[in-house]
């Protein structure tokens, strides 16, 4: 069983940064795509950022030149580097995963990270 664990959200004025870890618990696997995702009070979940297993990476417009996904593949790592930071940011941050294992490819979620940011 594969388990994603977020880290480093918090409070955070307007203009700061902060740096999100999802790390993978478990053993005998592996990663393909990855993503941060985010869900703010009252509306749904959206896509912040992805990255291919190779380092590719695309974004949402809203957060584009102020945030930055990067993985470690030997760690199991993923990280959200996220600068510049706007109120309209507050949400609480999920790490996603596609996992490989020798027989299967499946999804997984993590618990998320709450993320405030005020003005």
């Known amino acids: 069983q594969v388990q994603l664990v977020e880290s480093g959200g918090g409070l955070v004025q307007a203009g700061g940064s902060l740096r999100l870890s999802c790390a993978a618990e478990g053993s005998g696997f592996s990663f393909n795509n990855m993503a941060w995702y985010r869900q703010a009070p009252g509306k749904q979940r959206e896509l912040v950022a992805m990255i291919t297993r190779s380092g590719g990476t695309n974004y949402a417009d809203s957060v584009k030149g102020r945030f930055t996904i990067s993985r470690d593949n030997a760690k199991n790592t993923m990280y959200l580097l996220m600068n510049s930071l706007k109120p309209e940011d507050t949400a609480v941050y999920y790490c996603?995963?596609?996992?490989?294992?020798?027989?299967?490819?499946?999804?997984?979620w993590g618990q998320g990270t709450q993320v405030t940011v005020s003005s």
């Open positions: 996603n995963a596609d996992v490989l294992t020798i027989a299967t490819l499946r999804n997984y």
